[in-house]
């Protein structure tokens, strides 16, 4: 156990007022070492993007001291005003930017408010339909390993073996079949816009609640460049980080307070303890970035670039699942050039491009390995990266890949993919 000799001279005893890499050089070189990682590399992992310098200092804030347990005007820890004004900024926010009448921005993850919602809804051992892990879905969503699955009777739907899109007839034929209690419109990597009129109308027809889950795309239905499920939804889920270029978190949204008044006690006390304060004031920051004029204008660019990069991607010989993308990610099949995804995806990261293995429809290989990588645009498009960076980056992962298929990877290819890199994260830098 390393023994920390602190300085003298502290404001306060026993407490520090010197800076991290005075107190603790070891976690600050490992986070220094991060951040050049970030400044130096392009992201393209679907679930990442990057902040803002406000979300940072709001994440970082004081308000990391604060115990505020309950929700504001009804805490149950005194001096909470200030932490009060914070989250009622924050659910605010949240129903201006999502036009919905109730936000409940607590949930620690997008993972926990999908529990807050089962455990409002839901009694043990009752019925949901959500989509299969290897066609796009989370693990959420029913996966017999979580939560989910253990806990509730987990059915799913798929897409449609050709297409690859989610077809609607049969999540309406298995609906009929299973009744379902509740039914899930939400996937992790399927990039294709979601139907959530009919998810509503089947839900409707058997009787069943419809959870939607955004946890990719909310950047992108609060920009207009993804469709909202919120008018049709019961319930709506989502991480706050992502698109919507926040800190790590989720949040919930309806327009029914009776299930508002469910959820709220699903959170807190069913489900956690105190909200982490210093988060929500990120997550109000966030928010509040969201509102401006240019968010939507980058939802749409985030479109933009993930389709210049599939394109380009298709254009080279990749095969991309279900042959393009309506948001923010694409996922490729490697199994035509005979790749897993786990070398595809090392490979990358060797020469600087972050991307991560993922499953594909009909996929027959472990997880660890996967026949595929999944893209995301959300990150690049943050440091200013337009259409044309996005189809040099796909050259870069065409002319990487190849090498790796013939097994013969060029030094001087190599070479040119590492400059170009540089070349980008220099003219495009992050704003830390």
């Known amino acids: ?9 502290h404001a306060l005893p026993g407490i520090s007022a010197a800076a991290l890499p005075q107190v603790d050089s070891e976690v600050w070189t490992a986070i220094d070492a991060e951040r050049l990682r970030q400044v130096q590399s392009i992201e393209l992992i679907a679930a990442e993007n990057v902040v803002s310098r406000a979300v940072l200092e709001a994440q970082g804030s004081v308000l990391t001291n604060k115990y505020a347990e309950g929700y504001p005007g009804r805490r149950y820890y005194a001096s909470c005003a200030n932490v009060d004004v914070v989250e009622d900024l924050a659910t605010e926010r949240a129903r201006l930017l999502f036009d919905c009448s109730y936000a409940n921005v607590q949930p620690h993850s997008g993972n926990q408010a999908n529990q807050a919602v089962f455990l409002a809804l839901l009694e043990p051992e009752d019925k949901i339909l959500g989509l ?17 699955g253990r806990w509730f009777q987990a059915v799913s739907y798929g897409v449609h073996p050709l297409t690859h899109l989610v077809d ?19 996937a992790s990597a399927y990039s294709r816009a979601l139907d959530f009129a009919r998810f509503r109308a089947i839900a409707d027809e058997v009787g069943a609640y419809l959870m939607a889950d955004i946890a990719h795309v909310a950047g992108l239905v609060a920009g207009g460049a993804y469709p909202s499920p919120v008018p049709h939804a019961h319930v709506t889920t989502l991480s706050t980080h992502a698109t919507l270029r926040g800190p790590r978190g989720g949040m919930i949204l309806c327009n029914n307070q009776t299930l508002a008044r469910r959820i709220n006690a699903a959170v807190f006390p069913g489900l956690q303890g105190a909200a982490l304060m210093h988060t929500v004031a990120a997550k109000a920051v966030a928010l509040g970035e969201a509102l401006q004029p240019g968010f939507g204008s980058y939802a749409h660019a985030v479109v933009a670039n993930a389709r210049a990069l599939c394109g380009r991607l298709a254009e080279g010989g990749l095969l991309v699942v279900s042959g393009g993308t309506d948001c923010h990610l694409g996922v490729i099949d490697l199994r035509p050039w005979g790749l897993a995804g786990n070398a595809a995806e090392g490979a990358l990261e060797a020469v600087g491009i972050t991307v991560n293995r993922n499953v594909v429809p009909g996929d027959e290989v472990k997880s660890s390995v996967t026949s595929g990588i999944r893209l995301g645009s959300a990150a690049c498009t943050s440091r200013g990266m337009g259409e044309d960076e996005f189809r040099e980056i796909g050259d870069m992962i065409l002319a990487m890949l190849g090498g790796v298929r013939s097994g013969a990877m060029d030094s001087r290819t190599e070479r040119s993919i590492r400059e170009g890199i540089f070349d980008l994260t220099r003219r495009f830098k992050l704003p830390y």
């Not at 299969?132 to 989910?148: C, I, R």
């Not at 609607?168 to 939400?186: F, K, N, T, Y």
């Open 168 to 186: 609607m007839d049969q999540v309406a034929h298995i609906a009929r079949r299973e009744r379902p209690r509740l039914i899930i419109a939400g």
């Open 1 to 9: 156990m390393p023994h920390f000799a602190y300085k003298e001279g």
């Open 132 to 148: 299969d892990l290897k066609s796009g879905g989370h693990l959420s969503h029913g996966a017999a390993f979580n939560v989910s």
